[in-house]
Every structure is written in structure tokens, then in C-alpha cells.
């Protein structure tokens, strides 16, 4: 069975322009969660997305959003960016958003560098 | 007080030795917890979920559960290289929320 897919796998982008991530879960799954990592903040939440509709969503700026497809891929975008948007972005899937009992399975992520 | 708290490291032991890496969390209503490893580079990998207080063992690892003290912990026994790693320790306040640990990085010398 085929992982979760996250494409680019990396990106240089300068500040003020605006970015697109994609990912593609794992066959069967229609949860899609977004992750961004930093040295300094670790793993912090973005957004869930399950059924084409937004279920949860983190603290972070309007600038950060997101949308899913009828096939369960999903895209993220970022406007605007910023230097502190350097980071990688990890997408990961699950069979539903019940997080007690539907673990996260993680994409290799994209790594996205703002200059 | 962060939700998940875990110590950075990192943590050194020598090849063969157990490995105890440790995770206290605030919301006492959590009900589940996971443990996933990342690789320097790599994404994070589901290694142990635990859902009840005591041991779960799977091969060389073990999770602990103590919901009363608010703590979880991962035992990798007879650790290897390969072992050395970012460990994050993930718990399940309630819902769709799934909140992270910033990570203990384990080195396992040779």
C-alpha cells in the first residue's frame, strides 16, 4: 500500500509570494491533517481536513489555508509569506478524524525555505 | 505549562542498554497516546499507542500509562544504533485533537 505523498519535496520561495502543497493519503483514508515543524515550536497543528470539509483548525493566521478533494488529496496554501514560514510542512492521513483510535500516518513532507 | 512536555535530550546510552524516555501531559482527560519516531530528515513514524494504564509491549519496546500521575513513558530495550532518533510522545486530549511533544532526541553509541 502506498504512503502518504507530499509534493514538492522541497521549495525556495521569497517573501510576499505565495505557495502550494500538495498531498495524497494513503488509499482509504479520508482524513488529512497539516503539520509544521520547527526546531524551535516542534509539530504544530494547521488544519484537518475529512469529507471536503474543514474539522479542526489550529492558531494560525488566515494567511494559512487549505482545501480537500473528492479523491481525499488535499492542497495547502500559504500567502503572503513570511521568513518565519521557513519550515516543514507535514501532511498526514488517517481512516478518520477520531485521533484516539485512527492514528497519523505522516508524508516525507515538504521543506519549504522563505528568503 | 506546555500540554505535552517532554526532555530535549538528549539522551545518551550505550549499545544494548534500555532507553527510558519520559512524557507528562496536563489534560487529565486524555484517553490515548502515542509514541512516533522521526530520523533526522524524515517524517514521523507511528511506533506505540497505548490506551490503558500499565505496560504494552511490541518486540524491544514497551509504553508505560500512569493516567492517575499524568505520564506516559517508552522503554527501548537492548537499544542499537539504529535506535538513535527524535522520540515524540503525542496525546489525545479529547475529539480530533492530537497535540505533540517537542521530542526527546536518543543517541545510542556503539
Known amino acids: 500500500k502506498a504512503g502518504v505523498t507530499q509534493t514538492p519535496r522541497y521549495l525556495i520561495k521569497t517573501r510576499g509570494q505565495q505557495v502550494t502543497l500538495s498531498c495524497s493519503p494513503i488509499?482509504?483514508?479520508?482524513?488529512v491533517s497539516w503539520y509544521q515543524q520547527t526546531p524551535g515550536q516542534g509539530l504544530q497543528f494547521l488544519f484537518e481536513?475529512?469529507?471536503?470539509?474543514?474539522?479542526n483548525k489550529g492558531n494560525f493566521p488566515g494567511r494559512f489555508s487549505g482545501r480537500q478533494f473528492s479523491n481525499s488529496r488535499s492542497e495547502m496554501n500559504v500567502s503572503t509569506l513570511e521568513l518565519g514560514d521557513s519550515a516543514l510542512y507535514l501532511c498526514a492521513s488517517s481512516v478518520t478524524t477520531d485521533r484516539a483510535h485512527s492514528p497519523l500516518h505522516f508524508g516525507n513532507g515538504t521543506r519549504l525555505t522563505v528568503t | 505549562q506546555k500540554e505535552v512536555e517532554q526532555n530535549s535530550g538528549p539522551l545518551s546510552v550505550p549499545e544494548g542498554a534500555i532507553a527510558s524516555l519520559n512524557c507528562t501531559y496536563s489534560?487529565?482527560?486524555?484517553?490515548?497516546f502515542f509514541w512516533y519516531r522521526q530520523y533526522s530528515g524524515k517524517s514521523p513514524e507511528l511506533i506505540m499507542s497505548?490506551?490503558?494504564?500499565g505496560d504494552k509491549e511490541d518486540g524491544r519496546f514497551t509504553a508505560q500509562l500512569n493516567k492517575a500521575s499524568q505520564y506516559v513513558s517508552l522503554l527501548i530495550r537492548d537499544s542499537q544504533p539504529s535506535d538513535s532518533a527524535t522520540y515524540l510522545c503525542a496525546v489525545n486530549p479529547g475529539g480530533n485533537k492530537l497535540v505533540f511533544g517537542a521530542g526527546t532526541i536518543l543517541r545510542v553509541k556503539s
Open positions: 497505548i490506551y490503558s494504564n
Open positions: 488509499s482509504g483514508h479520508r482524513s
Open positions: 481536513y475529512f469529507s471536503e470539509t474543514q474539522r
Open positions: 489534560d487529565r482527560v486524555s484517553q490515548s
